[in-house]
């Protein structure tokens, strides 16, 4: 039977079925102007309803073009009161959403900075979907910290009877890179979800309470070992003297006088980890144009980040490591400048400084950090303090000229590499792409000196830096340092990208003994930077014949890398190649 609607009536009726908010609004269905979850504390979940408007979170593909802005002002103005604490932040624009919703929007290394730049685009125009690790954990069982990892391009959509607790899985989206912050958050708050804790710090017991379920304490920690076995009155060191004769000291510094504002100019804040805050700044009066400075908490009761502060016995082998590749750049007979530059190691005591809480608030307030405020701090806090080197932007993000580049950069991290091995049988296990620094130089050459000989390597206008030691395995004085891996499960367990497979291979290498010399995962970790730098990294000319010619060379010798047993022999095939 055919009905016949009023113009009016009917043009009434489409819009609402295109924007039904208002007129649910006019039947007083929708009190509020709520935004989604995004945050552990209920208390702050809903307290700026202007951060996502209901126009961004709700029926954005079908909103209703007739609505003026009248309309709009109208709704704000009524609907726009908080709710709950207000709360100041403002999330960025591109959160993600997951089954695990208490972390959406987390800035976690690894992931792509905000940005706008043009998507990568194939060879015939289509947008490249880049590679993202997954991590999963089946929530049924809380015994079971992580039971999969898999390579996802989004994160999936759970249908409505999936969403039990008991039947949910937990994810993270992460892209390629550093993971060790990320890893350790997204497992602390899963554990959380699945014991019911609101907050993942009132669940938090001393250092010396094992508990895996909590994932509280390390379980890869710096240890030292010596080589040949000397007698126990030997062994007897005092960490925290040695700590201060390789800073040059015979006590700490007070922070606040040793990194004093005067003495720093244009000083910001350029990153965080879970250890430490990262800064940068040139000093007043002197040559050095700037410095970078790593700030680490040490020997303190109090939890950073919900991690426990390390020892002087922990941060010892890691300033031992940091100032031996740092030297190996004026060694006469070894010798590399592809090792971050160590200027000085410091150790201070005291509240952060002012203008240091500064910079890291409004780090805060445009980045969101992820570390606990340096407020925190007593003035009995203890720090270890590097001061480094800038030497520019990391792998993932540098744009290369052409291929031809990325074959250069390649020959200079593998010389690197050779140098350390021949010097101190050094390992670095950890070398992704985020560990690798690129600056442009205008010197046409870099010189080493490696197996008694001189080699100098074409810059092609960059020049490489080998950064974070935090894995790595070094030989000084007799006495191995390294980072044992063999309990880090969670770390083997990843899959999605060629930087998780390294980690296995490392570990069937070294037989799970991360104590004993391999240089063979130095050729796994150039077997992964030679694969990014074939379809990784960013090049600007493509279609140059200079560009296909040593894309070519990156292609062969990706076939041959894995049966060289060091990062020596791999230089020295390179180094004929040319």
């Known amino acids: 039977m055919d009905q016949t609607f009023p113009d009016d009536a009917w043009k009434d009726s489409f819009d609402r079925l295109l924007d039904p908010l208002p007129h649910l609004r006019e039947l007083n269905l929708i009190k509020k102007n709520v935004r989604k979850s995004f ?3 209920s208390s702050v979940e809903n307290s700026n309803p202007n951060i996502l408007s209901i126009d961004n979170c709700f029926l954005r593909s079908t909103r209703n073009n007739h609505t003026n802005a009248d309309d709009k002002l109208s ?13 100041a932040k403002r999330f960025p624009d591109n ?11 987390m800035k976690l290394d690894g992931f792509l900075p905000k940005d706008n730049r043009k998507p990568d685009l194939g060879k015939h125009g289509q947008q490249r979907k880049s590679k993202q690790v997954n991590f999963r954990v089946n ?9 999969s990892f898999s390579m996802s391009q989004s994160v999936p959509t759970l249908n409505a009877h999936q969403i039990s607790r008991r039947q949910t899985r937990s994810s993270l989206v992460l892209l390629p890179g550093k993971w060790r912050k990320s890893l350790r958050t997204w497992c602390r708050t899963n554990h959380n979800e699945i014991s019911g804790r609101t907050s993942s710090k009132q669940c938090l017991k001393p250092p010396d309470v094992k508990s895996d379920d909590l994932r509280v304490v390390r379980r890869n920690s710096r240890k030292s070992q010596h080589i040949n076995r000397v007698s126990e009155y030997d062994l007897q060191i005092c960490y925290e003297k040695e700590v201060l004769n390789y800073c040059g000291q015979t006590k700490p510094l007070k922070f606040s006088v040793a990194y004093a504002a005067a003495k720093m100019l244009n000083t910001c804040k350029i990153g965080e980890g879970v250890y430490g805050e990262v800064f940068k700044y040139t000093p007043k009066n002197k040559t050095v144009s700037n410095v970078v400075l790593k700030v680490l908490p040490i020997e303190g009761s109090s939890l950073v980040n919900e991690e426990v502060q390390k020892t002087f016995e922990q941060i010892l082998p890691e300033i031992i490591i940091s100032k031996e590749m740092s030297a190996l750049r004026t060694n006469q007979t070894t010798s590399t400048s592809g090792f971050v530059d160590l200027y000085n190691v410091k150790l201070v005591k005291g509240k952060y400084p002012k ?25 009995n806090q203890l720090f270890i303090v590097l001061e480094l080197k800038f030497a520019g932007t990391d792998m993932s993000t540098f744009g290369f000229q052409n291929a031809e580049q990325g074959y250069f950069a390649l020959q200079q991290v593998t010389l690197t590499l050779a140098v350390g091995e021949e010097a101190f049988q050094f390992e670095h296990r950890d070398l992704h792409w985020g560990n690798i620094l690129i600056e442009k130089t205008k010197n046409k050459f870099i010189d080493f000196k490696l197996g008694g000989k001189h080699i100098s390597v074409a810059t092609k206008g960059i020049q490489t830096t080998i950064i974070d030691y935090t894995l790595s395995r070094v030989t000084v004085s007799d006495c191995c340092h390294y980072n044992d891996l063999s309990q880090d499960d969670d770390l083997f367990a990843a899959t999605g990208d060629y930087q998780y ?26 077997s992964y930077v030679n694969s990014k730098l074939i379809d990784g990294v960013k090049y600007k000319s493509i279609n140059t014949n200079v560009h296909k010619t040593y894309l070519r060379k990156l292609k062969a010798f990706n076939n041959i890398v894995l049966n060289f047993n060091s990062a020596g022999e791999c230089g020295q095939y390179l180094c004929n190649m040319n």
């Open 139 to 147: 929530t049924v069982s809380p015994e079971t910290s992580i039971d």
């Open 75 to 87: 709704i704000t103005n009524k609907f726009g009161n908080s709710i709950s604490t207000p709360f």
């Open 355 to 379: 203008h240091l809480i500064r910079l890291w608030e409004d780090y805060d307030e445009k980045k969101e950090s992820e570390n606990d405020n340096p407020t925190m701090y007593t003035d």
């Open 95 to 105: 959160l993600f959403d997951c089954a695990l919703s208490p972390i959406g929007g």
């Open 39 to 41: 945050n552990l504390d």
């Open 501 to 526: 497979d390294i980690y296995r291979m490392m570990r069937d290498e070294l037989k799970n003994n991360w104590s004993s010399y391999s240089p063979k995962t130095n050729v796994q970790w150039l």
